[in-house]
């Protein structure tokens, strides 16, 4: 044992020295029951009275030496039943899973909103009833290039934003939100630049693409805007703010006929009302972030633990190190949206219409294909719900597990990762395979009647499968990251995307339906490389948490 051989500094034999680390040793055991790190054990001697001085004149060449000393068996030091109580306190509170239940939900509920509206009223949020079809498929076109350009630095953001956010460095905080307008801004223009000079060289209508331009623009502005919401987990505003979006997109639309007679302009007019409110909380939230009002620490922490003051002012940290670090992140979201989404844009270029309202146009919006896929995206949220319950909490739980095991028992952690995984995995393939089946039955009954044709049942039923192959994917995803195996992940994500677009590619001039042949393949490959690549590192999992959190 570690009291049984000489200390470093420590002349051999020097029973004083022993006696002294083994007294200090038992002082922080009973101060703090279980303690992570050998900083954490300075800070509790400095709290006991210990000195530097202590340290030299008992053979320690200073005050860390000696808590490197205690840090090495101080596990072995048991906590008797008596100090159980005091052990209570560093245990971190983990919420009810009704709780967190509640919050996936809620943190689901804007996009889960609009597919139950897209599932009732058709297609598309009404566009493809409501508005020309040449103009339809240039402003979808605008809106899914704006998610897609976007995406990639909305993961950098969140990554970056939550880190400083949690450490109460204001100013870097500050920073992340200012450079992550300055990125989508660039990115924005960079990509309507292009587009500009496509549509010139190709003779592209011009008063169609200001239509695509716009929003494009638009979707960009409003989601780079409306990211902090998601990041702060700001659950009442989220939900409020839908809920008022919402009511107000039907309202204006249904309610405002006598005032806004045309259709096409009072359902734009609905869009806008929507957007100005979503797009209003998310303003408040970010100025609540500049004045530094998020910031404050809420419950009883212990005095030597609570933040002073807000860090305000801070070393500029350089913008290209942050790109570099979280190019993992950034790659993951814009793959990932190319493997939910890019079936949907490859049918549109081998969409069998190539006029639309008597323009001929590279590509059209393909009513058919949509009707099939984008009810069957239903699957995947029961699923991501229950597994944001079970696994928001994980590192929670896994750092009450630490608490009571010893170094020697860290294979604990191990067995609560190995039995968590296995518990996400097998309610989220039950929870997508009930809804799959269900939405096999209730889709005829509800979609419109012109939406179903054999065409768009096959479509969904594909969809359906490779959906409930992508909640495996997911819940692998949710592993990887907890695990910081980004670069993996965002290499993963891109094979999915690559074989949904290539194989699409291939597949689609024997019909557009056969789309979802490489979708389904997309979505088998990544759920495969996924499960392999975590059961891989499962076994190390105690090690990597250790490694990368204590």
Excluded at 230 to 238: F, P, V
Excluded at 457 to 475: D, G, M, R, T, Y
């Amino acid at each position: 044992m570690a009291w049984e051989q000489s200390p470093a500094g420590v002349a051999a034999g020097a029973a004083d020295s022993r006696a002294f680390l083994m007294k200090a040793a038992r002082s922080v055991a009973e101060l703090q029951p279980k303690v992570n790190n050998v900083a954490d054990v300075m800070v509790f001697l400095e709290i006991l009275g210990y000195t530097k001085q202590d340290a030299l004149r008992n053979g320690f060449e200073d005050l860390m030496g000696l808590s490197r000393e205690i840090y090495e068996f101080l596990d072995i030091l048991e906590v008797g039943p008596e100090n159980k109580a005091k052990s209570l306190d560093a245990y971190i509170k983990v919420p009810a899973i009704t709780r967190r239940l509640a919050e996936g939900f809620a943190l689901s509920f804007g996009w889960l909103g609009s597919l139950l509206l897209l599932f009732i009223a058709g297609v598309s949020l009404w566009l493809s009833l409501l508005l020309p079809l040449k103009i339809t498929t240039v402003f979808l076109a605008g809106l899914f290039t704006g998610m897609f350009i976007t995406e990639g630095p909305l993961q950098s953001f969140n990554r970056l934003f939550s880190f400083y956010h949690d450490q109460g460095n204001l100013a870097e905080a500050k920073r992340v939100l200012k450079r992550t307008y300055l990125v989508v801004g660039g990115v924005v223009a960079v990509t309507v630049g292009g587009l500009y000079a496509v549509a010139s060289l190709t003779n592209f209508p011009i008063d169609l693409f200001e239509i695509a331009a716009t929003s494009l623009v638009l979707v960009s502005l409003h989601r780079v805007i409306y990211a902090i919401i998601y990041a702060l987990r700001k659950i009442a505003h989220l939900l409020v703010s839908f809920t008022l979006a919402f009511s107000a997109l039907l309202l204006v639309y249904f309610g405002m006929g006598d005032i806004i007679p045309n259709a096409v302009d009072r359902y734009l007019y609905a869009l806008v009302a929507a957007v100005v409110i979503l797009s209003s909380f998310a303003l408040y939230d970010q100025f609540q972030v500049l004045r530094g009002k998020s910031f404050e620490m809420k419950g009883a922490i212990p005095h030597f633990f609570r933040r002073v003051t807000i860090n305000k002012s801070t070393i500029k940290s350089r913008f290209s190190v942050q790109f570099w670090e979280t190019i993992p992140n950034y790659l993951f979201g814009t793959f990932f949206f190319a493997l939910i989404f890019g079936d949907r844009i490859l049918s549109w270029f081998f969409n069998p219409i190539k006029t639309a309202n008597g323009v001929s146009l590279p590509f059209v919006f393909n009513s058919a294909y949509h009707s099939g896929a984008d009810p069957a995206l239903l699957i995947i949220f029961p699923a991501l719900i229950i597994q944001y319950a079970l696994m928001s909490s994980v590192f929670a739980q896994v750092t009450n597990v630490t608490l009571e095991s010893t170094v020697l028992e860290a294979g604990r952690i191990k067995q609560f990762l190995v039995r968590r995984y296995w518990t996400v995995m097998a309610a989220s393939l039950v929870s997508s395979t009930i809804t799959a089946v269900a939405l096999t039955f209730l889709a005829p009954v509800l979609l419109p009647a012109a939406s179903v044709t054999p065409t768009t049942l096959q479509i969904l039923h594909i969809a359906s499968v490779a959906n409930v192959l992508l909640v495996v994917f997911f819940a692998n995803s949710l592993f990887m990251q907890f695990m910081n195996k980004m670069t993996g992940l965002a290499m993963i994500a891109m094979v999915g995307a690559l074989v949904v677009l290539i194989g699409g590619a291939l597949l689609a001039p024997t019909g557009f339906q056969n789309l979802e042949l490489a979708y389904i393949a997309a979505a088998a490959t990544v759920a495969c490389v996924s499960t392999v690549y975590v059961l891989s590192n499962l076994g190390r999992a105690a090690s990597i948490f250790f490694a990368r959190y204590v």
